[in-house]
């Protein structure tokens, strides 16, 4: 997908996981700027990276509901995440080693192939200020009400 010739049919998603602690209380960020939507959701304890595979996951789930199966079928797909250990995992750049991760994965490959075309961009973390927010705002919610 080439940024110049950016068709309706393209969808970019910005994607940011997050634990405190590594393992720890962990959430996602996901925000889809062409359909103008903010999602996050805290989780529970988890690694960084479960998060950010799990955003992942995320993401792909709230496109499909929002624009449908048919539309899902002719829409290309971009997930942008600042975590180059993922997106070159699931480029297939990377082999995946880390056993915990592999549902995840499976799970992601099964979503894309929902999608007209799927590709993963690693960009800097400050392009990706938002899902960073929505993530640490679901993080001190969470910690917010197990503190009352």
Same mark, same amino acid.
């Given at each position: 997908?080439?940024?110049?010739?950016?068709?309706e049919k393209d969808v970019i998603i910005y994607t940011d996981g997050g634990?405190?602690?590594?393992?720890?209380?962990?959430?996602?960020?996901?925000?889809?700027p062409v359909l103008n939507k903010k999602y996050s959701e805290y989780f529970g304890a988890a690694t960084n990276n479960i998060a950010e595979y799990r955003a992942i996951v995320f993401a792909f789930k709230k496109v499909k509901q929002i624009i449908g199966t048919k539309k899902a079928e002719q829409t290309n797909v971009e997930i942008?995440?600042?975590?180059?250990l993922i997106v070159n995992q699931l480029s297939g750049y990377f082999k995946l080693k880390e056993e915990e991760?592999?549902?995840f994965f499976?799970?992601?490959? @099964?979503?894309?192939?929902?999608? %007209?075309?799927?590709?993963f961009t690693h960009i800097?973390?400050?392009? @990706?200020r938002i899902a960073d927010? %929505?993530?640490?705002?679901a993080l001190d919610e969470a910690t917010a009400r197990t503190l009352l």
């Open positions: 997908m080439e940024k110049n010739n950016r068709k634990s405190r602690g590594n393992p720890g209380p962990a959430a996602v960020g996901v925000y889809i942008r995440s600042d975590s180059q991760l592999f549902p499976i799970q992601i490959w @099964n979503l894309k192939q929902d999608f %007209l075309d799927v590709r800097p973390r400050e392009e @990706n927010a %929505l993530v640490n705002e």
